[in-house]
């Protein structure tokens, strides 16, 4: 048996052993002295090898909440494989655990941890099971290139310098041009556990590579695709009975605004936006949804919080008395007839709808982040489709640009809206929710090259140069295609109720991009920058 | 059903229908012209949709050797679903393949060959086999990072710039150092099919990105891990019969050198080095081990090849006469008595034994690669062993260098030469050689952190810096460990008979590091190019 010693009692010569399982109790007091002496000098989490016999424990010290308790080990022999330090920076505790930085500066202590140990071997268990799932299937998995060429629009990408001057490759944001290709390479039913890559800085719970499940499939539909993942989902969930049976429920990006403030609304929560008035609308709540009772500053503080972001929108905390009369700071504004639902809640008044929609959709999720009541299990997954194609740019850029990517076809009956009115245009793309957090994307494509040639030069004013391939396979009788990508970081974090995606990764970097373990990213050597033409 | 018109006779209507796993015959003969009119216009290639029945070929035409050989398709309804645009770069035809860097430029095109298909699921499938081989055998599989930390020694590394000026990302060479920290954490078995990148310019068969399939385990041995890799190969091969059931032989690195001349030997022939004097070596072929009868000027062509490369050593073909006399132009050499076995052959003259071994070694590869007969399916593995721990520094430098990586462990036997003779030492290192290529290399690995300490600061003088993780995660009670990586791309490309690893890499790049398809490596945006501090 090996493991590490977690815990020892040198005067009755008790040892805890752990080993990535759980724990054991070793009780050495038959060995003589000399065969104990290299375990009494031993520091905690030394690794050791211990033969020995399993008894049960003695009367009263039986504990049969754990796996282990109703036994120990008499040891027979013992050898210390590796000592270890004294002071360790941590130990590895069930509680009082190391701040963050120390964990992922001495990740490899930390990994001991049972429940890292834990969530690695369900990443691994669910990862193993959508393949199975997905060969069964039919799919292949495809292996395709990281270093790639910069992609026009989308995230900020890592450039790779060569040791030609001027020529670079990029790391890839997702495999989508591949897949795509694939298509057109009549592979029919593709994925691959990808490795991704952005460069986003410093945003919370993202990292600079993660990994995604991506999919694509020739001659297939919204529908298909969307049932497709529902069951790949149910092949892996480790309680398959989490996942409801039926098909998850599809709502329209409009309806998800309207009703939820949000196009990643958490279906664990009824509550739906009212819409008072055209220029009051009003989210409320009962009280019988909340852990504890809510008090009036803890209404205050959501408002003013609100109010920061959405500054041109009175956003006012109110609630009901008995006698069913609302006050509200801001009831100026309501109808005398205003019939609010809720207990308590919020009115948002103004004359910009989507501030008022997004400013509720903002008080919803801080609400179920932080004061709402929800079941351990409870699983809302639900999909949101027909996104707009095209959004007017940011920073008051005048045109417009993809609401996802420039890949993704229009409706049908869209269709001809392209060169008239694209802004009204419908894509067929379909986000997954799951739960307020938006686990996966995916739509159909545009396989005729002269739309895909219209949407990039006449639509996105795009220099197609950089796509030329992209059309020409379009040109070669690509089958008609779309698919999907799945966060699979996140989606293990849900599942193993991970508090950050970082629980679910080894060797996770920091916010801020950095691996603390070995201090990359680092200097290089001045050899190295003149071979790749860095100053 | 669903594919690409392969081939058309229109004026009888006849159509070849190619998908991914073959073709079928289509008659539309009895739908009206209005109906066939779309399919008349469609160029070759062209994605197509039909629907019909299934019936026997008529009298006469049928062809058993073909899976479908023996039916047609009556079309009842067609649908062109995207025309492919006409003169099309190449087509898709069993011979007659374009050039490679036409295929790599349209490589969507070239991927519809049947036999790339083929490839592809092939890897698709062997991968998949492995996970669940490794899985039933309690391996976890764990992603690691590709953006990480230069390393001391090895390969060239790609940088990856981050947007603050003089901090750099390098791209993974291989996750050595993270399988080493997970089993400090605690994992007792990893694997992963991991992407490694290396910078190494235009090596023939080699990518700047490739796979290999790492697995790493804690309180192992070296016989173990090459047993349980033989397991594992015979778990994933197509036809598992054709790996022998018994262990693979063990060659020691000394022995392999004395009789095969390299520590890849090609084991499908016996043919081994002959000593004849401490200064003369031969190597002699049986005439019946070629295909077809060695005219001299093919003897005489060999013996110049090996003699460029080796100008210290004198290289001289040899073929016995009927009576057996041996007929050489460096006969003066040989002694009277001399007995070479085989009928014709080389022989070396060279007071520098390595030379002349590694001479008679690139002799059997040519002969190997170009004039021996080999049976198909004829698969010789062994384990080669033993090799030594370090070698002399290469370009006349003093000193030592790995022969492999720092992290080997000496044998045990031989550890206490580690402060007065390293250059005698043996490390625990294993590569698995496949028919004279090597498929796989691994090693037990120092683990207690004053032995790595020693090998890295006193004998490659390296500094430690850049590993303190590395030595910090050994003192903390890591436990003992060994592992191994197989190249998957070479691996695949061998039981595909593939004549290139770029046959089972969907999207490979050139032997310069170029995707022709896309144009990258490319150049850059100034922006970018300011974001990431390059000139």
Redesign the interface.
């Known amino acids: 048996m090996?493991g590490?010693?977690q815990h020892s009692r040198l005067n009755n010569k008790f040892i805890l052993l752990r080993?990535?399982t759980g724990h054991v109790q070793l009780i050495a007091d038959r060995i003589d002295e000399d065969a104990f002496k290299p375990l009494k000098n031993a520091?905690l989490?030394?690794?050791i090898?211990i033969e020995g016999t399993v008894i049960p424990r003695p009367e009263g010290q039986a504990n049969s909440k754990i796996a282990t308790g109703l036994i120990e080990v008499q040891v027979d022999s013992v050898k210390v494989?590796?000592?270890?330090?004294s002071n360790?920076p941590f130990y590895i505790k069930p509680f009082n655990q190391a701040n963050e930085a120390l964990r992922l500066k001495?990740?490899?202590?930390?990994?001991?941890h049972i429940w890292?140990?834990n969530n690695?071997?369900m990443?691994?268990?669910i990862?193993?099971k959508m393949?199975?799932f997905l060969?069964d299937n039919g799919f292949?998995?495809?292996?395709?290139?990281?270093?790639?060429?910069?992609t026009p629009g989308g995230a900020?990408e890592?450039?790779?310098?060569?040791?030609?001057e001027?020529?670079?490759?990029?790391?890839v944001q997702s495999p989508q041009?591949?897949k795509q290709?694939?298509m057109?390479?009549?592979?029919?039913k593709y994925f691959q556990i990808a490795?991704c890559?952005r460069?986003e800085?410093s945003r919370p719970d993202r990292q600079?590579?993660f990994?995604q499940v991506d999919i694509e499939l020739?001659?297939s539909n919204c529908e298909r695709i969307q049932t497709l993942i529902e069951e790949l989902l149910r092949s892996c969930w480790p309680d398959s009975r989490a996942i409801p049976s039926e098909p998850f429920p599809r709502l329209t990006y409009q309806d998800c605004m309207e009703k939820y403030g949000t196009d990643k609304p958490d279906l664990r929560f009824d509550n739906q936006i009212q819409h008072v008035s055209p220029s009051i609308m009003a989210l409320g709540f009962e009280k019988s949804q909340f852990a504890e009772e809510i008090s009036k500053s803890s209404g205050r503080a959501i408002e003013k919080l609100v109010k920061n972001q959405f500054p041109g929108v009175i956003v006012s905390y109110f609630e009901k008395t008995i006698e069913n009369t609302v006050i509200c700071s801001a009831s100026k504004f309501l109808p005398a007839d205003a019939r609010l639902s809720g207990d308590l809640g919020v009115i948002t008044v103004s004359e910009d709808k989507n501030a008022s929609l997004s400013a509720l959709g903002k008080v919803r999720q801080i609400m179920s982040e932080n004061y709402l009541v929800t079941k351990e299990n409870d699983l809302k997954f639900c999909w949101v489709v027909d996104f707009p194609l095209f959004l007017p740019k940011e920073n008051g850029q005048s045109g417009l640009q993809s609401a996802h990517h420039p890949f993704t076809r229009p409706h049908d009956e869209d269709i001809d809206l392209l060169e008239t009115e694209p802004e009204k245009i419908r894509g067929q793309h379909y986000d997954l929710v799951l739960n307020g957090q938006e686990i996966g994307g995916g739509s159909i494509r545009i396989?005729?090259s002269h739309v895909q040639k219209l949407v990039l030069e006449e639509i996105l004013k795009e220099d197609t140069t950089?796509l030329d391939?992209m059309i020409?396979?379009?040109?070669?009788?690509?089958?008609?295609h779309g698919g999907i990508a799945l966060g699979l970081d996140r989606l293990v974090a849900i599942i193993c109720k991970a508090r950050s995606i970082r629980d679910v990764?080894?060797?996770p970097?920091t916010t801020g991009?950095k691996?603390l373990?070995?201090?990359?990213?680092?200097?290089?050597?001045k050899e190295?920058k003149d071979?790749?033409?860095?100053?």
């Open positions: 090996t590490w010693i080993d990535k520091n989490e030394s690794s090898c494989v590796n000592p270890a330090r360790l001495y990740r490899y202590l930390d990994l001991r890292m140990q690695l071997k990443r691994s268990d990862t193993l393949r199975n060969a292949t998995e495809v292996e395709t290139p990281s270093l790639f060429r910069r900020r890592f450039i790779v310098p060569t040791h030609v001027g020529q670079f490759y990029s790391l041009q591949f290709l694939l057109a390479g009549g592979l029919g490795r890559y460069d800085g600079p590579e990994t020739a001659f396989h005729e950089e391939h020409e396979a379009l040109n070669s009788g690509c089958p008609p990764i080894a060797f970097k991009g691996d373990m070995s201090g990359s990213p680092a200097e290089i050597k190295d071979f790749y033409h860095i100053k």
